[in-house]
């Protein structure tokens, strides 16, 4: 079932009548803001079962922009959980998961920072019923990862798999893409997208990001021929 957006502020849409401000803007990333769907649905589903995981950890796996990072952020929460990128890991989050009984360790695809210090980690889990959420663009097998018994470990893993998004999914996420933005946009703008972008959630959030850009550089409103624009500017600049 899908979640209606929650902007923390009133959406506004730029006029050609009003000054544009080019300001922050705080993507929504609360469990009520992620949308369920085919696609996501599993990964989803391990989230909102902990603390009931029969294993120490777990890896969510999944293309770029699929959701992994608003996952983990919504088990953070959950779990009163610490976060980590494998790229800086240390010695010193064995001890951040023994003072939080829970951590997050992001993006294993890009890199480890050091097999040894992993491996403890899923160590200490084990032992101390600990539990550690990682994520990865790739799964287990495909890791650039030199320890075999951290690779064996990893494989044991429960891993849950999200795919690229399908239309009802996408069509939720451009809408909350825009709210997050504070812009409301007329449905035919997304039914536009939809027809003719990227179907993947990067793509997503590279169009709306470079939609926004230019309607706050012109102000102009979003419409279809801006759409239209940034999509064949997209297209130029991949």
Known sequence: ????????????????HQLAFDLPHQPALGAYDFFRSHSNAAALDLIES????LHWGALVVGPAGAGKTHLSHVWLMKAGAAFVSAQALHEGHLATLKSHAALVVEDLHAGIAS?????HLLNVARQDKLS??????????DLEVTLPDLRS???ALPLAQISEPDEMLLR??????????????????????????????EA???????????????RRNVTVPLAQMALELDATRL
């Open 1 to 16: 079932m899908l979640s209606a957006p929650r902007p923390t502020q009133p959406p506004v849409m730029a006029s050609s």
């Open 50 to 53: 902990w603390p009931s995981w």
């Open 115 to 119: 097999d040894t210090v992993l491996f």
């Open 132 to 141: 550690v959420l990682m994520t990865s663009q790739v799964a287990p097998g």
């Open 153 to 155: 470990r990893l494989r």
């Open 172 to 201: 939720a996420v451009l809408v909350k893409l825009f709210s997050d933005r504070q812009l409301l946009v007329d449905p035919k703008v997304i039914g536009f997208l939809l027809l003719r972008m990227e179907r993947s959630m």
């Open 204 to 218: 997503a959030r590279r169009v709306v990001r470079r939609i926004d850009d230019m309607a706050l550089q012109m």
